[in-house]
């Protein structure tokens, strides 16, 4: 009976440690970093406002599918994205190429796959006192 447990929990630890050095090799996606440069109220607008900002991808970067409550005006910078909209197909976006998503529409942005990443610009009108993002399943 001693002897049994003894190898049940070697067999334990096998399986924990393995499952560990697994974790430790799985990727980590790097960081999106977003910047919100301005905010205004929407002249003439009750309860909406504009909001301008930036979003640097390093390779590999990847914004995850989410939506806005509100309009999403977006333009490439630099580099190479994909704009994933769910229900289309993916659309690579090159520097100088621009995107919009309306209102509820639930899209993701990311790095191109091989390219250096990117920056793109954005502008959303938005309804005031919501979270800018909300991400969709």
């Known amino acids: 009976?001693?002897?049994?447990?003894?190898?049940?929990?070697?067999?334990?630890?096998?399986?924990?440690t393995n499952a560990l050095s697994e974790d430790a090799k799985a990727p980590v996606t790097p960081e999106v970093k977003r910047n919100i440069l301005d905010r205004h109220d929407q002249s003439g607008v009750d309860g909406k406002e504009i909001v301008v900002g930036t979003a640097d991808f390093p390779k590999g970067g990847v914004i995850g599918y989410h939506t806005h409550d509100g309009d999403e005006a977006g333009?490439?910078?630099k580099g190479d994205?994909?704009?994933k909209v769910k229900g289309q197909p993916d659309?690579?976006?090159?520097?100088?190429d621009y995107?919009?998503?309306?209102?509820?529409?639930?899209?993701?942005l990311i790095a191109a796959p091989g390219g250096e990443?990117?920056?793109s610009y954005s502008t959303w009108?938005?309804?005031?006192?919501?979270?800018?993002?909300?991400?969709?399943?």
């Open 1 to 16: 009976m001693r002897a049994m447990k003894i190898v049940m929990a070697t067999i334990g630890l096998a399986f924990a």
């Open 91 to 96: 659309k690579t976006l090159k520097a100088g």
């Open 117 to 119: 990443g990117g920056t």
């Open 75 to 77: 333009y490439v910078l």
């Open 125 to 137: 009108i938005v309804d005031k006192g919501k979270p800018l993002a909300t991400p969709a399943p």
């Open 99 to 108: 995107f919009f998503n309306p209102r509820g529409s639930a899209h993701s």
């Open 81 to 83: 994205l994909v704009w």
